[in-house]
């Protein structure tokens, strides 16, 4: 049996994060991992958000620590500062709950930069073992890249080609 991850980051506290984050603050073997949540500076530093980061809070009850973390992923540098912060905080596992919102329709969006951030830093020498993209139960043969106005095509291409070799192809290196 493996051993759970000690850090686990989380991309976004939407519906799939909260949930994910409810799943992993209750279960057994994850009591002492550390969770983290990654949002956006705005959200932390807004004043209307402060019942909904109570609530996340809530959810990861004690012994399971809970922090979060501000990261836009819509800013220019937010490859760079998420492969650093990967790195940095020494995060095992980064799982993606960023939702159709952050999704491209060209292949060139937040699920890419994401996939790219944790390809860099384990490069950089980060510990990350796992990584799960956003809508990792799709079965995007069946969905096809055009499904939702052609959401679809950026996760398609990173799930047809595997992460590594579409990044290659995409960033040409």
Not at 23 to 32: D, G, K, V
Not at 59 to 78: G, H
Request: aromatic residues 4%.
């Amino acid at each position: 049996m493996s051993t759970p991850p000690p850090s686990i980051l989380l991309l976004g506290a939407g519906e799939l994060g909260t949930s994910i984050l409810a799943a992993l603050s209750a279960h057994p073997s994850l009591t002492s991992t550390r969770l983290t949540i990654l949002l956006r500076p705005s959200t932390l530093a807004s004043p209307t958000a402060l019942p909904r980061l109570t609530h996340l809070r809530s959810l990861a009850a004690p012994p399971t620590p809970l922090s979060f973390v501000p990261l836009d992923l819509a800013a220019p540098t937010a490859r760079a500062d998420l492969a650093a912060l990967i790195r940095d905080d020494a995060y095992d596992a980064v799982i993606a709950c960023t939702g159709f919102a952050a999704s491209g329709a060209n292949e060139d969006g937040t699920q890419a930069l994401v996939a790219a951030a944790v390809l860099a830093a384990r490069a950089e020498g980060a510990r990350v073992r796992a990584f799960v993209p956003w809508q990792f139960g799709v079965d995007y043969d069946v969905v096809g890249a055009e499904a939702a106005g052609g959401l679809m095509a950026e996760q398609r291409g990173i799930t047809t080609v595997g992460v590594e070799e579409w990044l290659r192809k995409k960033l040409n290196v």
